[in-house]
Every structure is written in structure tokens, then in C-alpha cells.
């Protein structure tokens, strides 16, 4: 079974930098289709989706970045240790959300993969960018 462990997360200040990991066990993630998502504090009966920041099909050796991080959001991978990066830069404090990532090894195309479920997701971390 596929475990995806975020980490990374914490208190960040605008203009500064923050650097998310997340470690996957339990499968290979060389052919995945991963994605790091966020979603945003919610007021109470308010729903906001999760936004993908970031997504790379490493078989096809395709990254995108949605147009709000575009630029300042870099997504990365290390295969020796089985994990993908999120390198955020120049932080904003529309950043602040919870960051999850997510895999999918059933569908190389994200939104594919969105609309049928991602295969596995972590827990999420929480980023917090005061200005």
C-alpha cells in the first residue's frame, strides 16, 4: 500500500521561502502522475476545493503550475529517497493553506486522474505565510 507523508510546513513569512517534502513508501513513484495540492482556511459553511499548485507526469517529463504560483512554486523530485519536492518562493499570504500531494499511477493525466480519483493522497501539512 502506497503512504505518502507530507512535511515541511510551518510558519513562513511574505517574500520568504518554504521548502515541502513528501516522502512516498510502499511503490516506485518513478512512472507517477503527482500532484501538490492546497486548500485554503474555510469560514464555518463555506466550502473551498483543493487547487493543484503544481503536478508532473514523470514519464512524460511534463510539469505545470497553476498561473497563481507560476514562477514561484517549483515541484522536484529525488529518486533516491522516493520523494517529491515543493519549493515555494517568494510567499504571499494567499499561500496559506493545507498542502497535500497526491499521486496517481492509473491515469498519467491529471485531470483525468482529478475527476476519477487520485490513488493516493497524504494528510497534508499546513503552511502559514504572515505578511
Known amino acids: 500500500q502506497v503512504k505518502l507523508v507530507e512535511s515541511g510546513g510551518g510558519l513562513g513569512q511574505a517574500g520568504g521561502s518554504l521548502r515541502l517534502s513528501c516522502a512516498a513508501s510502499?511503490?516506485?513513484?518513478?512512472?507517477?502522475?503527482m500532484g501538490w495540492f492546497r486548500q485554503a482556511p474555510v469560514k464555518e459553511r463555506e466550502f473551498v476545493g483543493r487547487?493543484?499548485?503544481?503536478?508532473?507526469?514523470?514519464?512524460?517529463?511534463?510539469?505545470r503550475y497553476a498561473d497563481s504560483v507560476k514562477g514561484r512554486f517549483t515541484i522536484s523530485r529525488d529518486n533516491a529517497e522516493n520523494t517529491v519536492y515543493l519549493q515555494m518562493n517568494n510567499l504571499k499570504p494567499k499561500d496559506t493553506a493545507v498542502y497535500y500531494c497526491?499521486?496517481?499511477?492509473?491515469?498519467?493525466?491529471?485531470?483525468?486522474?482529478?475527476?476519477?480519483?487520485?490513488?493516493?493522497w497524504g494528510k497534508g501539512t499546513l503552511v502559514t505565510v504572515s505578511s
Open positions: 497526491a499521486a496517481s499511477w492509473t491515469y498519467s493525466d491529471l485531470a483525468t486522474a482529478i475527476r476519477y480519483g487520485m490513488d493516493a
Open positions: 487547487e493543484c499548485v503544481a503536478s508532473v507526469n514523470w514519464s512524460a517529463g511534463t510539469i
Open positions: 510502499g511503490r516506485t513513484f518513478s512512472t507517477y502522475t
